[in-house]
Every structure is written in structure tokens, then in C-alpha cells.
């Protein structure tokens, strides 16, 4: 299984980008699907989660401004970071929680390489 980020770059204090995660591989099923994101010397915090049925949850530092989706036709994940602010520059990080056989109920953690955003004027 590969989680493959995409979408990541530069943009002025205000603007928008939409990060992808394609989910690649032998999979059964998906769970929750998940970002995080890094800035240099802060450890990786959770930015918003999203669940198989769509319930949805946010850090408070990013609620009303991300919006997390899911597309699970096509295994994939999405970010869409409207209004952004130079605080929200980090490595932004896809994570799920992955089924993969149909005859084993075990699910295993998978996380992408990571794309970066910054913000800056």
C-alpha cells in the first residue's frame, strides 16, 4: 500500500490550496483518513480527520478555513485549506487506517511522504 501526496507549493497569505492522497495497492477497505502536518522543530500535529462514513473532526486552529473530504471510489483523500495564514507553512502528511484483506479484520497505519505548503507574502 502507497499513500501519495499531491497539490502541495507557495502561496500569499489568503490564498487557497488543495491537497490529494491517492491510497494505491491491495486494499479491502479504508477507515478513518487523516492530515497532518509538520513545521520545522514542531512535532507533527493532527490537522483533520475524516471517517468511512464522512464524520469529520478539525484542529481549532484550522476550523472554518480546511475542509476535508473523501472520495472512496477512488481511494483518495482531500484537503482544501482556504484563507491561509503564514502559520499554516509546514510539510502537510496523509495518513489512513487501512483493511486489507477481506478474511483478516486487522486494519494497519499508513502514511504518505509528505508535500509542502508554504505561505508567505
Known amino acids: 500500500v502507497q499513500l501519495v501526496e499531491s497539490g502541495g507549493g507557495s502561496v500569499q497569505p489568503g490564498g487557497s490550496i488543495r491537497l490529494s492522497c491517492l491510497a494505491s495497492?491491495?486494499?479491502?477497505?479504508?477507515?478513518?483518513m487523516a492530515w497532518y502536518r509538520q513545521a520545522p522543530g514542531n512535532q507533527r500535529e493532527l490537522v483533520a480527520t475524516?471517517?468511512?462514513?464522512?464524520?469529520?473532526h478539525y484542529a481549532d486552529s484550522v476550523k472554518g478555513r480546511f475542509t476535508i473530504s473523501r472520495d472512496n471510489a477512488r481511494n483518495t483523500v482531500y484537503l482544501q485549506m482556504n484563507s491561509l495564514e503564514p502559520e499554516d507553512t509546514a510539510d502537510y502528511y496523509c495518513?489512513?487506517?487501512?483493511?486489507?484483506?477481506?478474511?483478516?479484520?486487522?486494519?494497519?497505519?499508513?502514511w504518505g511522504q509528505g508535500t509542502q505548503v508554504t505561505v508567505s507574502s
Open positions: 495518513h489512513a487506517d487501512i483493511r486489507i484483506y477481506r478474511e483478516f479484520p486487522d486494519s494497519y497505519e499508513f
Open positions: 495497492g491491495i486494499i479491502f477497505s479504508i477507515k478513518a
Open positions: 475524516i471517517t468511512d462514513t464522512g464524520r469529520t
